[in-house]
């Protein structure tokens, strides 16, 4: 019988050994089977983190920088009392500049711009709302962001991955079965889309059921720390939804005819 090329959709992720692991961005010439590997895994976060930025303008430049020092060591100083996760704080250099403003069509200098940023992760919502409710954010301390993560993403990628190593060829087996043909081995894997004739990109493949909607990202949801401080007497609230981890992998396996 004639050989057909054929598209998988499967629900499985797939990985093989990493000596094929290298992208192939062409399709063989050969019949082929083109997988496509899918998993997800939806989890609770474990980390919060925390990004302040700490700002300073005065015409008096060390005036600025000695401020903004002050106020970095009393956030810090936050961080150690509320047990930020050991290894997470990081307080980025100063960054100074001029300040400028427009007035009647022109640029004012304004003074000297001081800045820096801190990060830290807490293990626990309720250290994070300790941290803000004694911040006391105001336009010189801003609450940039606030990001809920997964400690063990790592480790479940890679289970993940190892997973659905062990599915993917039998899915393929599977495919080749229902046209009459078998597997003869692997061509090319990647987390990477091929570039191919079949109409679809590099990295755009598309969601079953989701036209237009793609994967290979990682989406969190809840409710997140506003960015600025809250009213007067408003309670802090955060609100972690789970975090969605899914990989993609692409797979080509040549095929021949079963007789």
Known sequence: ?????????????????????AQANTIPSQPHLLVKGEARREVMPD????QLNIEETDMDADAARRRVQDNVARALALFRQNKAVEGSVRADNLRIGPATRYEQNRQVFVGTRVSRQ???SFASVKAMQDVLGALKANEH???SSVAPTYSGEVALRRELKGEAAANTRESAQGLAKAYGTRVRGLYSISDVAPDFAYGIQAGQWPQLGEEGEYLDRVSVTGSHAPASAPAPGAPESIEAGPITYTENVYAIFLISDGT
């Open 1 to 21: 019988m004639k050989l057909l090329s054929a598209l998988l959709w499967s629900s499985l992720l797939a990985t093989m050994a990493p000596s094929a692991w």
């Open 47 to 50: 980390r919060f983190g925390l």
């Open 118 to 120: 801190l990060r830290a």
């Open 141 to 143: 301390v801003q609450v």
